[in-house]
């Protein structure tokens, strides 16, 4: 695949920061967070919103907070990054001590009694490394250094 606007790392960075709101509105409605666009933006701005649970503007904080770190880090493309950046997104969200790790517990997806396997590391690793030396992601993406 081909890059069909050739931007540079700055300027990728500049269009994620300019749709970063909308990045994260999208990500919560994914999570089943019924939040408008207004309230995301109110809430990135560090204000309030009611009727949102205190769990609800986590998860968008979160998501910010993630963001944040991507956006203003040199960043490596491997895991231990991938890691970092789910301890962002989970912190205070999960109650287990294994934040930004695998996780080691079952989960249940809405809608479907389909449980997912357990992930293992070794292949995780091995799926990410394939995927950084194909063309369509390059080892080094324009988001992470």
């Known amino acids: 695949m081909d890059n069909k606007f050739h931007l540079t790392r700055e300027q990728n960075i500049f ?8 990045y994260i ?8 967070i019924s939040v ?4 995301t933006q109110v809430i ?7 009727g949102l649970t ?8 979160n998501l910010k907070y993630a963001w944040q770190f991507i956006l203003e880090n ?29 996780r080691t517990t079952s989960v249940n997806i809405g809608g479907t009694p389909w449980k997912p396997q357990f992930p293992i590391e ?6 990410l490394n394939s995927l950084l030396k194909k063309k369509i992601f390059p080892k080094q993406s324009w988001l992470l250094k």
């Open 54 to 61: 205190v769990n609800q503007i986590l998860v968008i904080n």
């Open 15 to 22: 269009v994620a920061k300019r749709n970063i709101v909308d």
């Open 36 to 39: 408008t666009y207004t309230d």
């Open 44 to 50: 990135y701005d560090g204000g309030i919103v009611n």
């Open 25 to 32: 509105w999208k990500s919560a409605n994914l999570e089943g």
């Open 74 to 102: 040199e960043l490596d493309s491997d895991y231990k990054t991938l890691c970092q950046i789910h301890h962002l997104v989970t912190d205070k969200l999960v109650l287990d001590q294994n934040l930004g790790k695998l």
């Open 122 to 127: 070794s292949q995780i690793k091995e799926e």
